[in-house]
């Protein structure tokens, strides 16, 4: 926010300036929006490289096991939703995650739910979280929203059709996967358990690894169970913020 209206108000002097050297005010009009836009995108970018910076941080202090200082540094990055906007879902949804990898699920849940819709680990735990609430409805609109803003992530689209399929909604688990086959055609893991669920057989989440346990739809085997409060060894794709052109709208 903060940055919009500095931006507004260097346009808006330049644009003031220039009427009184060019000649009227629709000459004066192009150099305001050149300095609005100029300003706005250095201001926005340096907000996100800011919020990147905190991410980074929240990592190291996550890989060091310091979850209090992770969400400390989590916590105080949500003042920059002051700054910019489109910055606080990102936060959020990274709260959000580290809150429910803690199975603090009530604390997690309101952070889920403002998550970027890109976000798709975030959007994927409250799918998760409402199935495992007995939510079915709620569960499955949040799985659609998931999949519809990121369609490329297999374990996405799997643990939609999973939770389905445990609900003895065979149809529409294998409904689901053949929707994952178009969206990803060269995952051999969705291949198979589509497969499978044609032929009588199971799923199979494993071969998802981390990726698949972190939802908490299924206990992860002894040897790569965490211990309470410890996040997932593997990828953390969640906690990455990215200053596309995106964000800067």
Known sequence: ?????????????????????????????LPGLLVFAGVYFVLARRTFKQAQAAMES?????????????????QAALALERWQFMVAPNVHGNIGML????????????????????????????????????????????????????SREPVLWNA??????????????????????QAVPSDERTKNNLDALRNGGKMKMKNFAELWYQFR???PPVQIAQRPGQMPSGPV?????????????
């Not at 926010?1 to 009184?20: K, P």
């Not at 149809?171 to 994952?180: C, G, P």
């Open 99 to 150: 809150l429910y990898l803690q199975k603090k699920d009530d604390e997690a849940a309101p952070h889920l739910r403002k998550a970027l819709g890109m976000h798709w680990v975030a959007k994927g735990m409250l799918a998760a979280l409402l199935w495992r609430q007995k939510k079915t409805g709620e569960a499955i609109q949040a799985f659609e929203d998931a999949v519809k803003s990121t």
């Open 217 to 219: 739809l299924e206990n």
């Open 160 to 181: 939609y059709a999973w939770c389905l399929w445990k609900n003895n909604d065979l149809d529409a688990a294998i409904k689901v996967l053949v929707r994952a086959i």
């Open 237 to 249: 794709p969640a906690f990455k913020f990215k200053t596309s052109k995106r964000n800067y709208r």
């Open 58 to 74: 929240a990592n190291g202090a996550i890989m060091a096991q310091n979850l209090d200082r992770a969400m400390s540094i989590l």
């Open 1 to 29: 926010m903060y940055n919009l209206l500095i931006a507004l108000g260097s346009g808006a002097a330049a644009a003031l300036l220039s009427r009184f050297i060019l000649s009227g005010w629709w000459a004066a009009t």
